[in-house]
């Protein structure tokens, strides 16, 4: 599989997973536990992880705004 999606692709979507998935990850190939470990991977999960908003709360949001 990841010789047909391109590793900044790979890299994007990673960065969306759970923690617990990236630990299983690691585990899958060199190649991304080399990523899973770059401090630029680390740093872009960090600032990734906090954009991302549960379903529960955009309903909310949603719920309670004034349109």
């Known amino acids: 599989m990841s010789d047909n999606i391109p590793f900044e692709l790979q890299s ?8 617990e998935s990236l630990i299983r990850f690691r585990s899958v190939c060199k190649s991304w536990k080399s990523l899973i470990h770059s401090s630029d991977f680390i740093a872009g999960y960090r ?3 906090h954009l991302i908003v549960s379903p529960f ?3 909310l949001m949603k719920h ?3 349109v």
């Open 57 to 59: 709360s955009l309903l």
């Open 12 to 19: 994007e979507i990673m960065k969306r997973l759970p923690a």
């Open 64 to 66: 309670t705004s004034k």
């Open 47 to 49: 600032g990734q992880q």
